[in-house]
Structure formats: structure tokens, C-alpha cells
């Protein structure tokens, strides 16, 4: 594969590999397997599809993957009473809260999150662990920033005083990223919709990290010479997946870039495996793997 590009899919299949191979020695030892619950309300297709993959990896990497579907009409105290359930259930060590929730709940996603038990929040999205990210502590940051810091020091990337540019002020991507990037020393920018004049950002940026929900947002105009580029959207355009950039017009003005789909969303499914693994070695007391 060209060495321009950052193989995101690659470097999930070797996390995948070793990940498996420590659980397979945990449940060795312990004689109990992982186990992930997933709670999806509603029927949108793109989250059954995304349930779908993390369950099948799930089964991979040998941990245990309990999905439940609640009606679009739950209500907020529903979904909450189903939340205290897996709270109080042992055999449950990971909780995953599927996003986004039916529009007639949208409002009470954040209320909702801050109901999973801390311990067993494998998204990261309580406010329990989104504040210990404040003090730079990762050990459960949300998965898919987890995922662009693993892919950038995998292909040593450096971040110490670079100018990191990120088109996304979400609770998902953006916004445990800043705290991840200036933990490593970059300097950080933070673009959205009400940002003036957005290209001064881009064209300044070292590494540039987009997940805008448009396709081809990022052209090769709009970019800096060298540029690292991050495509963390996935999008369905004109019959086919794709990301935010202009693949193809971006590809030889950048110093490298994500595929996507094959770059941000496996490793994604990856960390929210390995952050699974860490709440059950938590609850286990398990101190090795
Ligand atoms: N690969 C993966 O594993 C993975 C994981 C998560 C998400 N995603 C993808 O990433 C994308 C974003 O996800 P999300 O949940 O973070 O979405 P989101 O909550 O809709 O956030 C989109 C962000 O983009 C900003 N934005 C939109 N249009 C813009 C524009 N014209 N100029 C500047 N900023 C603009 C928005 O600004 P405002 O805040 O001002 O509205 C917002 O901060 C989606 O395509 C999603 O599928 C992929």
C-alpha cells in the first residue's frame, strides 16, 4: 500500500490480534469472558449496521456482545430503568450507549449518558471519565479519538508543536481531542459552523482532522503543502462510501491521509473493544493482561 496512506484497518487488525490474545489469557485465568451490552433505540439503519460490525468483532476478538433493541417510542425513564439493569448486572462489564437517539430524545442524550455506570461506560461519554480526560487521563477517552492518536503515533507522527487543526466541536470527536492533542504538545485550533473565514484555519494546519457530515468539504485549495490529513467522516455519496475529503484532489498536495471508509472507523470499533477489556479487568480487579 502506498506510504502515503495511514492504514487504519491494518493497524486495527494487529490491535485486534494482540487484544485477543489477552483476553483469551484473562479468561483463562478467570474462567469469565467480557461481555459488552449495547442498547439501541429505534430503527435507524446506519446504527443497526454499526451495531452490526461491533458485534462481529466483538465475536473475533473473543468478548461477549448482548444487543438490546428498545422501541423508537421508549421513553427517557425506559431506557434509563434498562441503564440501572446493566448497572447492577455483573455478567455485564462494557456499556454502549448507540448514538444518535430518536429525535424525541436527542435532547436528554448527555442525562441519559451520565445514568451508565462509570465503570462500565465503554464509549467514555459519562461525565465521570470525560472530566478525568480533562486532567489528561485516556484510560477511557471516547474511542474513535482514541483511534486517530493511535494512528498518528503508529506512523510517528509527531504532534509536539505542530499546528493541529480539527473541523468538529462534537462531544464524540472534537472535543476529547483537544485535550488529547495538546496533551502531546500541539497547538490547537477548533473549527465548526460558526467559525469566520475557516480557511485561514485550514491552510495553517500541520494536521488537519475533519468530520463535517459533507463530502469533498476538504479540496486541495483549501490545504497547506505537507498537510496530515485526518478524514473522519463517513458518508454515503452517489452510491458509495466516502469521507469529507476530496480523496483523489488532496492526495499529492498531502504529506498523508486516512482512506475512508478503512482508516478512523475500524480502529474505532477497536478502541471500543479494548476500553470494554479495560472496565472488565477493572471490575475484575485484574491487575495483569
Ligand atoms: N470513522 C468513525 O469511526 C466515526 C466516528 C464518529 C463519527 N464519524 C463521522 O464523523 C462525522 C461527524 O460525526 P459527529 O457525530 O461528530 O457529527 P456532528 O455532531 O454532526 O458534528 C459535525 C461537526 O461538524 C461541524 N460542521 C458541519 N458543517 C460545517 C461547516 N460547513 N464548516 C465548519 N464546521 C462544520 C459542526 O459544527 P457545529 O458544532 O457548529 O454544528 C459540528 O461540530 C460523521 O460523518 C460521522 O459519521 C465517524
Redesign the pocket.
Known sequence: MNDKILDGKKLADKLNTELKEKIKRAVEKTGIKPNLATILVGKDPASKVYVNIKNKTCEQVGIDSTIIELDEDFTKKKILDEIDKLNREPTIHGILLQLPLPEHLRDDTAKILENISPIKDADGLNPVNKGRLFDYNEELAPC?PKGIIALLEHYNIELKGKDAVI????N???KPLIFMLLKRNSTVSV?????RD?DRYLKNADILIV????PKFITKERIKEGVIIID????RFEGKLCGDVDFDDVFDKCAAITPSPGG??PL?VHFLLSNTFFTYKKQLNLTEF
Open positions: 474513535t473541523v468538529n466541536r462534537s464524540l470527536v472534537g473549527c465548526h459552523t460558526s467559525t475557516i468530520a463535517v457530515r459533507k473522519v467522516g463517513i458518508n478512523v472507523g474505532t
